[in-house]
């Protein structure tokens, strides 16, 4: 077992304190939440609360049914879309809390959950809704279900371990590798093998497994299409150096630099302790390795997304937490500074990053600020409908799932429908009647740098530019976009 350093707990580490550190950042991301523009993804996934479905084109359904509820709790606004994902991290913080807690002590629960938060991924992109949310939210409840049943031996936690395994599922595909790595852990930990013979660890994963079948319906109905579209970054064709050193910068940033540099010199003191058996890294390296291994594999022949790692970073977070509480203690360390800084800068910045949001600090960054895909939309929107309604149009096309959700959000309530011309299999969850304009005339709207006005126009009878508009941050345009009136289809717009 870890050696426990005879600490007292400092008064910021304390669960009152830490409480209210963390709903004051839940209140600062509630107002950001209500009061920023989407960012593209963002818009995209908010159609899917309009039209909750068993499966999407691009992930599990969870993300479509939490803005569906928050939508039904605050209407189809930009705080209904992203209220649990908001509350998702505050819930998460205190289920973070108990799991170290279990594995270790309050010391480093606390430090678990002011890095989890202090993380640019968690402290900024809270207040963002994408599959990502509830991913990291299922990842965590499911690993302090395991916590309660290391801390416990009561076979009757795997049967929680299977609920929240299943909406982890629901949530993204990449939950699989939790599950693998469960698997994992049972077979590296000589007493976790006497559970194979417990009925509740079977009744566990059949639940995960039944909870998960309208996914596999969903997806028998529209031709595989979102499993063929996520595993089928699997396989690899070539192998190359190019993407490794973006993937971890990437992680290093959106983690936190001061929190990453803790992560790594704290896996070395981590895998020692897991080559030993011991209890809490085993289930905190079992867990992770599988997830983790495949995205190093991934980055040697593809581009690794930054966020696709954060179901780990709640991991990431304790092993952090547990490297520095080891060693604050001393007199002289580079880690407390380390600790200090991570927790200044991932605070300041989120806090930052969330205000800018709102009240833009400077407009001069134009494509390069964090913001900007939240920026002029609204405007955008008003001078598209005065143009729809002078030209007596009902409906928009376009060629971009994220500008097709950034106009569905500026025009609501005006009566213009938005398409999207090609992928159709995006909107299968829309009725069809609400996704054809028919034999009508339409606006054809696209960003300057993705303008497909010539492979589009070959399937009207004319087009006709109308109008380029700037999409500003202030006095500075971040781009144009590009309105074109088009005579009818001269063919059906295709089904999904």
Not at 312 to 337: E, N
Not at 380 to 387: A, D, L, N, P, S
Request: glycine share 8%; charged share 10%.
């Amino acid at each position: 077992m870890r050696p426990q350093p005879n600490l007292s707990l400092p008064s910021f580490l304390r669960p009152t304190s830490l409480f209210w550190i963390v709903t004051g950042l839940t209140l600062l991301r509630l107002f950001t939440a209500s009061q920023a523009n989407f960012v593209e993804d963002e818009a995209y996934y908010r159609l899917w609360g309009l039209y909750p479905a068993l499966g999407y084109y691009d992930h599990s359904p969870m993300v479509g049914w939490w803005i569906w509820l928050g939508q039904t709790l605050f209407g189809d606004t930009t705080l209904g879309a992203r209220f649990l994902s908001v509350l998702s991290a505050a819930i998460g913080s205190a289920i973070i809390w108990r799991s170290a807690t279990l594995l270790y002590d309050r010391v480093i629960a606390g430090w678990t959950v002011l890095f989890f938060n202090a993380t640019l991924l968690i402290g900024v992109g809270a207040v963002l809704i994408t599959p990502d949310s509830p991913a990291v939210f299922f990842w965590g409840l499911t690993f302090w279900a395991l916590c309660e049943l290391s801390a416990s031996k009561n076979a009757n936690w795997w049967l929680l371990v299977g609920v929240a395994a299943g909406f982890g599922l629901l949530s993204k595909y990449s939950l699989f590798f939790l599950g693998g790595g469960i698997v994992l852990w049972l077979l590296y930990v000589p007493e976790n093998r006497r559970f194979f013979t417990s009925w509740q660890l079977w009744a566990g994963g059949l639940i995960a497994v039944v909870m998960f079948l309208p996914v596999v319906y969903w997806n028998m109905q529209h031709d595989w299409v979102s499993f063929s579209k996520q595993f089928g970054r699997v396989a690899a064709s070539h192998y190359t150096f190019k993407y490794i050193g973006e993937y971890i910068g990437a992680v290093a940033g959106l983690l936190n630099p001061f929190v990453f540099v803790l992560v790594v010199a704290g896996s070395i003191p981590l895998l020692k302790q897991f080559r030993q058996r011991e209890a809490s890294a085993s289930l905190i390296v079992c867990t992770g390795l599988p997830f983790f291994s495949y995205l190093l594999f991934h980055s040697f022949h593809d581009r690794v997304q930054g966020n696709w790692p954060a179901p780990l970073y709640p991991s990431f977070a304790m092993i952090a937490a547990v490297f520095l509480a080891d060693r604050i203690h001393l007199t002289k360390t580079w880690v407390r500074g380390c600790g200090y800084s991570a927790l200044v800068v991932g605070l300041s910045a989120s806090v930052l990053v969330l205000s800018h949001a709102v009240w833009p600090i400077t407009t001069s960054f134009g494509r390069k600020d964090p913001t900007h895909q939240m920026r002029g939309w609204q405007q955008v929107g008003k001078e598209i409908e005065t143009i729809a309604k002078k030209e007596n149009v009902h409906w928009v096309v376009t060629t971009s799932y994220g500008l097709t959700g950034q106009l569905s959000n500026a025009l609501k309530g005006s009566g213009i429908k938005v398409t999207q011309l090609n992928q159709r299999m995006r909107y299968a969850m829309v009725p069809t009647f609400e996704k054809s304009p028919g034999s009508s005339p339409v606006l054809y709207v696209a960003e300057s740098r993705r303008n497909n006005i010539n492979g589009v126009s070959k399937d009207f009878s004319s087009s006709d530019l109308l109008a380029e508009i700037p999409r500003s941050n202030g006095n500075n345009i971040l781009e144009n976009i590009m309105v074109y009136h088009m005579g009818a289809p001269l063919k059906p717009i295709g089904k999904p």
